[in-house]
């Protein structure tokens, strides 16, 4: 999508501080403001598994509220008690770490490898995640899920459409 001239302020400001390792905006709303951006591999010489960030004040305090209300443990246990729903988010982790891995340059490839991040960017998932059937943190699979639609993002819709919650803000997303 690009960083457009003004992105930078309207990201500081979701944020409330400066944008680390940014490298895209993944996601934009109706008005063109970012809801999601894409984050650089390394962010201060670390590994930032990371890629994808939900920065929609609104998304985020939804989701904050869905988290406080326990619906990561409500996910939890419909994934725990559905073989086909953890086949369904070890795919999506796959995936992700794929999208993730096609954003490296050459230069990032070259850097990931003297310092020795190769296996962590290759084996962590959405959000950092290393253990691909469990539910860590909403924000960040549903930040994926608006880039490529993912198992615990459709949950969450569900859920929001059971309660006709919905974000007309956002752009419809295939």
């Given at each position: 999508?690009?960083?457009?001239?003004?992105?930078?302020?309207?990201?500081?400001?979701l944020l409330?501080?400066?944008?680390?390792g940014?490298?895209?905006v993944a996601?934009?709303?109706?008005?063109?403001?970012?809801v999601v951006?894409?984050v650089?591999?390394l962010?201060?010489?670390?590994?930032?598994p990371t890629?994808?960030?939900l920065?929609?004040?609104?998304l985020?305090?939804?989701?904050d509220?869905l988290?406080?209300?326990g619906?990561?443990?409500?996910?939890?246990?419909t994934?725990?008690?559905?073989?086909?729903l953890q086949?369904?988010?070890?795919?999506?982790?796959?995936r992700?770490?794929e999208?993730r891995?096609?954003?490296?340059?050459e230069?990032q490839?070259?850097?990931?490898?003297?310092?020795?991040y190769?296996s962590?960017l290759?084996?962590?998932?959405i959000?950092?995640?290393?253990?691909?059937q469990?539910i860590?943190?909403?924000?960040?699979?549903?930040?994926?899920?608006?880039?490529?639609?993912n198992?615990?993002g459709?949950?969450?819709d569900a859920?929001?459409?059971?309660?006709?919650?919905?974000?007309?803000?956002?752009?419809s997303?295939?």
């Amino acid at each position: 999508m690009g960083i457009l001239e003004d992105d930078i302020a309207v990201i500081e400001s979701l944020l409330g501080r400066e944008p680390r390792g940014l490298e895209d905006v993944a996601v934009r709303d109706n008005a063109g403001v970012p809801v999601v951006i894409r984050v650089a591999p390394l962010v201060n010489e670390k590994p930032f598994p990371t890629l994808l960030w939900l920065i929609d004040k609104r998304l985020n305090y939804a989701i904050d509220q869905l988290e406080a209300g326990g619906l990561i443990a409500d996910l939890q246990k419909t994934v725990d008690s559905s073989a086909e729903l953890q086949t369904e988010m070890v795919v999506d982790h796959q995936r992700y770490i794929e999208l993730r891995q096609s954003y490296f340059s050459e230069i990032q490839k070259q850097h990931i490898r003297r310092l020795g991040y190769e296996s962590v960017l290759a084996e962590r998932g959405i959000g950092g995640i290393v253990d691909f059937q469990r539910i860590r943190c909403l924000h960040t699979y549903y930040a994926a899920h608006l880039v490529r639609s993912n198992t615990v993002g459709r949950m969450v819709d569900a859920y929001w459409q059971s309660t006709l919650l919905t974000f007309s803000h956002l752009p419809s997303f295939p």
